[in-house]
């Protein structure tokens, strides 16, 4: 009987996880079923996102295993596996039933050079998620500017890597000198200190026409301050939002993480641009003959008087103008 | 000599606009020269956009107007015209000029039956961003499922409309029994006045598989509410965000402002989505060669032990974590 050492939650997180949170136990592992493996722990992935679940399901995690029993064909001894059991030293597992977030047991190649561990980094969820996401959803094009926050992370280093071998220019957000350092090493063209640096004038002086693309898993200010800098028609990938993690559930809960849970699509139109404010006649000629017919009908809230002009656009905003809002001289 | 009257800003609004904050005076105008046209308002456009602008640059705003004399060729004497002239009842202007937002004055038909009104409303501005954004952006489907927000408004009232021209399932949100009524009598499906009504139950209700798209002029909690029951792959349209108009300036100047002043577009990624997760074998496969030819470079932050996992877990959030964390077992 093989005994396994699983980490548990004693209860849910409040802002950032303490060492208290958790709890070790020892746990005796039944016998093998046919279509069962016994696999140990090599390589054990830790992901912001484990925050986002609730403990009381056990704790989210994938990991590099090797397969130490078998009674699964096709599921060897000696081979290794990528795993989704949680945070466990062995782990007995039916090689046809879906693990944690839904995902079976897959079986991993061992390529002379490549550590395993890559298996859950860099050849795993993270460097997964930066190839779809930023090669095959963001339709990047050479001479493009990309900023990446968290650019020293899982994610945001195969992104920044990813961009330069298709010809744009990569900044890069990071919280140290040696992350700055490293991020440079591996490619990007700039790496702005976020800690230390002043981001708008850093993002000035290495784009000074704009940034095209931001991957952004951060959030919060930084955010802020990369969307002042994006040039028209910019493009916003957001797979995670670390900044946001650690607030309370129903913040988290909000209107942000569905952007990513859903894979929304959010795109803003403004009227005024110039190439839209050339199209007006267009469209009024569009709009005219749907009025004279009555397939649309429009509500105006009339306010007589040029005089009372500031009265009628103060109710603009107390709710009680209704329709489109027209002041007869 | 023509006199004018003219509304200016007495100073920023601070908050809610109030009476006090305007000011009214009269204008001697000039005699024309060649190329210009003296105007009188008919109908005075306002907008709520009016409030994000410098009262000191002069108030914005568009105007119906009737030449009442000309010295510009192709303008005659009668005809109407929309001018953004600001909050004037006579304007003396050059018809070759860039008005307020850099667009000229624009000469408009007398349709019969149809008031000079629409022109700066359903007919305007507002209709012609609810043609163009809805109809020309959103590729919207027959059979969809679209919630507007403001739908009463002069923006969401033509788009709902429109949506019904398109065969989709209309829900408007307004915010008292008669905008509600409207709504319906002018062919939403539903109407959801969410100052009494819970917004979420209702589009429970009326909603049951979700929603596809999202019109949102309005922003803060209702958008809250709404995107949590948007579908996979939901759209989202902002080109206003009324919730936050009087919010102290540079919050107004943050992140969600450039989202429609530069047509941004975001996307969300989740790569535990079914569709993702299936192609990880295919991706892994993609990742693997890259690294071997060293084209791509990884960086782990190995732990060792698995005793330490809390330890790694909780260094995510603190800023100690450098790279893909990783640990050891």
């Keep these: 009987m093989a005994t396994a050492k699983v980490w548990s939650g004693r209860r849910q997180y409040e802002g950032l996880p303490k060492l208290d949170d958790f709890v070790l136990k020892e746990e005796v592992l039944p016998p093998l079923k046919d279509g069962e493996i016994l696999i140990e ?15 009381k399901d056990g704790l989210p995690g994938e990991q590099v295993a090797r397969i130490i029993e078998s009674k699964a064909p096709g599921f060897p001894k000696g081979a290794l596996v990528c795993a989704h059991v949680g945070w466990r030293s062995k782990s007995v597992i039916d090689v046809n039933k879906p693990l944690g977030l839904g995902i079976k047991v897959e079986l991993i190649d061992e390529v002379p050079g490549l550590s395993p561990s890559l298996w859950i980094g860099a050849i795993g969820m993270p460097g997964v998620t930066a190839y779809m996401s930023f090669l095959e959803r963001l339709n990047p094009k050479k001479g493009e500017v990309i900023v990446v926050s968290a650019a020293s992370g899982a994610v945001g280093s195969i992104v920044g890597q990813l961009a330069k071998t298709q010809g744009l220019v990569v900044i890069g957000l990071a919280g140290s000198e040696d992350k700055c350092k490293f991020i ?32 952004d898993n951060v959030g919060g200010e930084i955010r802020d301050t990369v969307y002042s800098k994006l040039r028209e028609k910019g493009r916003v990938l957001v797979c995670g939002q670390i900044s946001a993690y650690n607030e309370p559930q129903d913040k988290v809960a909000n209107w942000y993480m569905p952007i990513v849970r859903k894979e929304l699509e959010i795109k803003g139109f403004y009227i005024f641009g110039d190439k839209n404010v050339k199209e007006f006649p267009r469209v009024r000629k569009a709009l005219v003959p749907l ?32 329709g489109k809002a027209v002041v007869k001289a």
Tied chains: 1, 2.
Excluded: C, W
């Excluded at 090599?42 to 925050?51: A, F």
């Excluded at 490619?187 to 704009?210: C, M, R, V």
């Excluded at 649309?296 to 103008?321: C, D, Q, R, V, Y």
């Design 41 to 55: 722990a090599l390589y054990l992935s830790l992901d912001p996102y484990y925050r986002l679940f609730p403990v």
């Design 184 to 215: 440079e090493e591996i490619g990007f063209d700039h790496a702005i200190n976020y800690k230390k640096e002043n981001i708008a004038s850093a993002l000035d002086k290495y784009a000074p026409n704009g940034i095209d693309i931001f991957y």
């Design 291 to 322: 009025f004279k017919q009555n397939k649309l009908k429009a509500k105006e809230h009339i306010t007589n008087g040029f005089e009372n002009m500031p009265k009628a656009f103060i109710e603009l905003f107390t709710g009680s103008n209704f």
